[in-house]
Protein backbone atom coordinates (compact mmCIF):
# COMPACT_ATOMS: atom_id res chain seq x y z
CA UNK A 1 0.00 0.00 0.00
CA UNK A 2 1.34 3.39 -1.08
CA UNK A 3 1.54 5.85 2.15
CA UNK A 4 0.37 9.79 1.18
CA UNK A 5 3.10 11.96 0.40
CA UNK A 6 4.05 13.52 3.04
CA UNK A 7 3.77 10.48 5.77
CA UNK A 8 6.29 8.79 3.85
CA UNK A 9 8.35 11.77 4.05
CA UNK A 10 8.24 12.12 7.69
CA UNK A 11 8.72 8.43 8.22
CA UNK A 12 11.74 8.26 5.70
CA UNK A 13 13.32 11.56 8.11
CA UNK A 14 12.69 10.01 11.47
CA UNK A 15 14.16 6.88 10.22
CA UNK A 16 18.02 8.67 10.06
CA UNK A 17 17.81 8.81 13.90
CA UNK A 18 20.47 6.39 14.86
CA UNK A 19 19.15 3.31 15.82
CA UNK A 20 15.77 3.34 14.22
CA UNK A 21 15.03 1.56 11.23
CA UNK A 22 11.96 2.16 9.28
CA UNK A 23 9.85 -0.21 11.30
CA UNK A 24 10.48 2.18 14.29
CA UNK A 25 9.85 5.15 12.33
CA UNK A 26 6.51 4.23 10.96
CA UNK A 27 5.44 3.01 14.74
CA UNK A 28 6.49 6.48 16.25
CA UNK A 29 5.16 8.31 12.95
CA UNK A 30 2.03 6.93 13.50
CA UNK A 31 1.55 7.22 17.39
CA UNK A 32 2.19 10.89 16.61
CA UNK A 33 -0.72 10.83 14.62
CA UNK A 34 -2.97 9.33 17.08
CA UNK A 35 -2.13 12.17 19.57
CA UNK A 36 -3.62 15.46 19.55
CA UNK A 37 -2.37 17.63 17.01
CA UNK A 38 -0.71 20.51 19.57
CA UNK A 39 1.68 17.95 20.73
CA UNK A 40 3.26 17.36 17.06
CA UNK A 41 2.96 21.23 16.40
CA UNK A 42 4.93 21.89 19.33
CA UNK A 43 7.29 19.03 18.54
CA UNK A 44 7.84 20.59 14.81
CA UNK A 45 8.42 23.95 16.53
CA UNK A 46 11.52 22.73 19.48
CA UNK A 47 13.22 21.18 16.08
CA UNK A 48 13.56 24.14 14.48
CA UNK A 49 13.84 26.08 17.57
CA UNK A 50 16.95 23.70 18.13
CA UNK A 51 18.31 23.58 14.44
CA UNK A 52 17.49 27.66 14.68
CA UNK A 53 19.23 28.83 17.95
CA UNK A 54 21.42 26.13 18.99
CA UNK A 55 25.40 26.50 17.93
CA UNK A 56 28.65 26.11 18.71
CA UNK A 57 30.38 28.42 21.16
CA UNK A 58 33.21 30.57 19.42
CA UNK A 59 35.75 29.66 22.05
CA UNK A 60 35.29 25.89 22.57
CA UNK A 61 32.56 24.41 20.58
CA UNK A 62 30.33 23.47 23.68
CA UNK A 63 26.68 23.99 22.57
CA UNK A 64 25.29 27.12 23.27
CA UNK A 65 22.81 29.88 21.92
CA UNK A 66 24.75 32.45 22.47
CA UNK A 67 28.10 33.55 20.69
CA UNK A 68 30.04 32.10 24.39
CA UNK A 69 28.98 29.50 26.35
CA UNK A 70 28.05 30.65 29.55
CA UNK A 71 31.21 27.92 30.62
CA UNK A 72 33.38 30.11 28.73
CA UNK A 73 32.24 33.21 30.58
CA UNK A 74 32.22 32.13 34.09
CA UNK A 75 34.95 33.97 35.58
CA UNK A 76 34.56 31.81 38.65
CA UNK A 77 35.62 27.85 36.37
CA UNK A 78 39.69 27.10 37.13
CA UNK A 79 40.66 28.55 33.53
CA UNK A 80 43.97 26.69 34.14
CA UNK A 81 42.20 23.47 33.08
CA UNK A 82 41.09 22.89 29.62
CA UNK A 83 39.32 19.09 29.04
CA UNK A 84 39.44 18.15 25.73
CA UNK A 85 36.62 15.77 24.54
CA UNK A 86 35.18 14.58 20.74
CA UNK A 87 31.67 15.58 21.04
CA UNK A 88 29.21 18.21 22.33
CA UNK A 89 27.16 15.52 23.82
CA UNK A 90 30.46 14.35 25.59
CA UNK A 91 31.36 18.04 26.74
CA UNK A 92 27.43 17.85 28.13
CA UNK A 93 27.61 14.79 30.20
CA UNK A 94 30.84 15.44 31.64
CA UNK A 95 29.59 18.95 32.12
CA UNK A 96 26.40 17.39 33.58
CA UNK A 97 28.33 14.80 35.98
CA UNK A 98 29.37 17.65 38.28
CA UNK A 99 33.04 16.47 38.64
CA UNK A 100 34.74 18.88 36.75
CA UNK A 101 35.34 23.08 37.32
CA UNK A 102 37.52 23.77 34.43
CA UNK A 103 37.06 24.52 31.00
CA UNK A 104 35.88 22.72 27.50
CA UNK A 105 37.00 22.17 24.02
CA UNK A 106 35.29 20.66 21.57
CA UNK A 107 37.24 18.89 18.92
CA UNK A 108 34.20 18.28 17.46
CA UNK A 109 35.49 14.87 15.53
CA UNK A 110 38.12 12.04 15.92
CA UNK A 111 40.97 10.04 14.17
CA UNK A 112 39.15 7.12 13.27
CA UNK A 113 41.05 5.84 9.67
CA UNK A 114 38.63 3.37 8.80
CA UNK A 115 35.64 5.49 8.99
CA UNK A 116 38.14 8.23 6.94
CA UNK A 117 37.86 10.46 9.91
CA UNK A 118 40.17 13.15 11.30
CA UNK A 119 40.09 16.05 14.24
CA UNK A 120 39.51 18.96 11.91
CA UNK A 121 42.79 21.14 11.72
CA UNK A 122 41.18 24.30 12.41
CA UNK A 123 39.97 23.12 16.26
CA UNK A 124 43.47 22.06 17.19
CA UNK A 125 44.62 25.17 15.72
CA UNK A 126 41.91 27.16 18.05
CA UNK A 127 43.10 24.89 20.88
CA UNK A 128 46.82 25.83 20.84
CA UNK A 129 45.62 29.37 20.82
CA UNK A 130 43.83 29.13 23.47
CA UNK A 131 46.17 27.37 25.54
CA UNK A 132 48.61 30.55 25.19
CA UNK A 133 45.65 32.88 25.66
CA UNK A 134 44.67 31.49 28.90
CA UNK A 135 47.70 30.41 30.63
CA UNK A 136 46.64 26.90 30.45
CA UNK A 137 48.72 24.89 32.66
CA UNK A 138 47.03 21.41 32.28
CA UNK A 139 45.34 19.53 29.37
CA UNK A 140 42.81 16.66 30.18
CA UNK A 141 41.89 14.62 27.67
CA UNK A 142 37.93 12.85 27.79
CA UNK A 143 38.44 9.98 24.74
CA UNK A 144 36.26 7.21 24.93
CA UNK A 145 38.32 4.29 25.97
CA UNK A 146 38.53 2.79 22.38
CA UNK A 147 41.14 2.41 19.37
CA UNK A 148 39.47 5.95 17.70
CA UNK A 149 39.80 7.23 21.44
CA UNK A 150 43.25 6.31 21.64
CA UNK A 151 44.26 7.54 18.09
CA UNK A 152 42.21 10.56 18.90
CA UNK A 153 44.32 11.22 22.20
CA UNK A 154 47.93 10.48 20.49
CA UNK A 155 46.77 12.99 18.05
CA UNK A 156 45.95 15.44 20.32
CA UNK A 157 49.10 14.61 22.18
CA UNK A 158 51.18 15.06 19.05
CA UNK A 159 49.53 18.61 17.90
CA UNK A 160 49.75 20.07 21.08
CA UNK A 161 53.83 18.92 21.48
CA UNK A 162 55.25 22.88 20.81
CA UNK A 163 52.82 23.89 23.47
CA UNK A 164 54.61 22.36 26.33
CA UNK A 165 51.65 21.98 28.71
CA UNK A 166 50.86 19.23 31.07
CA UNK A 167 48.53 16.33 29.10
CA UNK A 168 46.95 14.30 31.22
CA UNK A 169 44.22 11.42 30.37
CA UNK A 170 40.57 10.02 32.03
CA UNK A 171 41.62 6.28 31.95
CA UNK A 172 40.53 3.97 35.19
CA UNK A 173 37.29 3.10 35.63
CA UNK A 174 35.95 3.71 32.20
CA UNK A 175 35.29 0.47 30.80
CA UNK A 176 37.12 -0.74 27.76
CA UNK A 177 34.90 0.25 24.43
CA UNK A 178 32.72 2.24 26.59
CA UNK A 179 31.34 5.98 26.01
CA UNK A 180 31.52 8.98 28.03
CA UNK A 181 28.63 9.92 26.82
CA UNK A 182 27.31 7.26 28.26
CA UNK A 183 29.20 6.88 31.55
CA UNK A 184 27.36 7.14 34.78
CA UNK A 185 28.51 10.64 37.56
CA UNK A 186 30.13 7.95 40.20
CA UNK A 187 32.76 6.52 36.82
CA UNK A 188 33.63 10.28 35.56
CA UNK A 189 34.70 11.18 38.75
CA UNK A 190 37.33 8.13 39.24
CA UNK A 191 38.12 8.74 35.81
CA UNK A 192 39.00 12.29 36.60
CA UNK A 193 40.64 12.10 40.02
CA UNK A 194 42.63 8.93 38.58
CA UNK A 195 43.66 10.20 35.24
CA UNK A 196 47.27 9.72 34.49
CA UNK A 197 49.60 11.64 32.50
CA UNK A 198 50.75 10.94 29.34
CA UNK A 199 54.22 10.19 28.76
CA UNK A 200 56.22 12.17 26.17
CA UNK A 201 57.20 10.20 23.17
CA UNK A 202 61.53 10.29 23.50
CA UNK A 203 63.68 11.80 20.33
ZN1 LIG B 1 32.50 27.90 25.41
Redesign the pocket.
Known sequence: MNLPGPLERLINLWGKFPGVGEKTARRMVFFMLSQESGWAHAMARAIADVVDQVRA??????I?TDD??????DNSRDRSKICVVETQEDCVAMEQSGVYNG??HVLGGRCSPLDDEEIPKASLDLLKKRIHKLSVNEIILAMDPRIEGDLTAFNVQEALEETGVRISRLSYGLPVGGSIGYADRATLHVALASRREMEREED
Open positions: CEECGATVCFICSLY
